[in-house]
């Protein structure tokens, strides 16, 4: 794949992926929703460590163990704000983040 | 056009369509589906520049982890017929601007940097490779972020486990 496509257009995959995931942050008021598209981002971002990584530095694999660790974190992340949400669900009768402002005041 | 970069193009085209319809999606089960088909062609991307050990941990930690927690989430908070009710067109329109004169942004430096290519041949990211790195307390060795990240790992756990139990004072 490295010899036939260039940097840019995988670049250019990334940024789009990343800026879709930014869209979907600030437009969706659910709060698993909100989620799914930060997912998106940190996606986005990961490939773009790997893909310089590899056309780069081709004799280096630190990309790789950055994008291994931004995986792990992404776990934690993901699993603490899902057990917010149902937390919050089980108090509120509701994910929507125009009702959450309890702790606001 | 060779064989490697149409696997690429389709592949980049149907993870770009997914993540499109995860983000506008009205209902939230398909949303998670349609993540779930972004992810996938991630570690599809990670299979073309030869790093299957990172494939293997997105495909088992991303669509295996992440997406079943979401589904279980969604199943536990949203009713299952429910829709989404729509972005007003104002909202729409303002956020898909930002995110519009981002990307435009980005791709315009993107198009006029001129990048660097490696020259060398590229380095075997193989099993026994990344153990040594993992474990490594030599020079360009992890072991320091690997042992933190265990503790982040131990700890989101735990607090996971704390926050989403039943209060047993309130029941």
């Known amino acids: 794949m490295m010899e036939h496509v260039p940097i840019s257009h995988v670049l250019m995959v990334t940024s789009t992926m990343f800026f879709i995931g930014a869209y979907g942050f600030l437009t969706r008021r659910n709060l698993v929703t909100m989620l799914i598209g930060v997912e998106l981002m940190l996606n986005a971002v990961n490939i773009n460590f790997v893909i310089f990584d590899r056309y780069l530095y081709p004799d ?16 934690a992340e993901a699993a603490v704000a899902i057990a917010i949400f149902i937390n919050l669900y089980r108090n509120i009768r509701s994910i929507d983040v125009e009702k959450v402002d309890n702790m606001k005041y | 056009m060779a064989t490697s970069a149409i696997i690429f193009y389709t592949i980049s085209g149907v993870m770009i369509l997914f993540s499109l319809l995860a983000v506008t999606s009205r209902r939230i089960l398909r949303a998670a589906i349609y ?12 299979f073309m520049v030869d790093y299957q050990f990172l494939a293997a941990v997105q495909l088992i930690v991303y669509a295996g982890g992440i997406v079943v927690l979401i589904i279980f989430s ?90 989403a139990k039943r209060n047993a004072t309130k029941s």
């Open chain 1, 60 to 75: 280096q694999i630190e990309g790789h163990f950055f994008a291994l660790f931004i995986i792990a974190i992404a776990a």
């Open chain 2, 74 to 163: 969604v199943l536990l908070t949203t009713h299952i017929n429910e829709k989404l009710e729509k972005p007003t067109w104002g909202k729409v329109f303002i956020t898909a601007t930002l995110a519009l004169g981002g990307l435009v942004l980005t791709l315009f430096i993107l198009t006029n940097h001129e990048f660097v290519l490696g020259t060398k041949p590229s380095a075997e990211a193989t099993v026994s490779v990344i153990g040594e790195r993992l474990l490594g307390y030599q020079a360009g060795g992890y072991v320091l972020p690997f042992e933190v990240i265990s503790i982040l790992l131990l700890a989101a756990m735990i607090g996971a486990i704390v926050i």
């Open chain 2, 35 to 46: 993540l779930l088909f972004a992810l996938a062609g991630t570690a599809a991307l990670y």
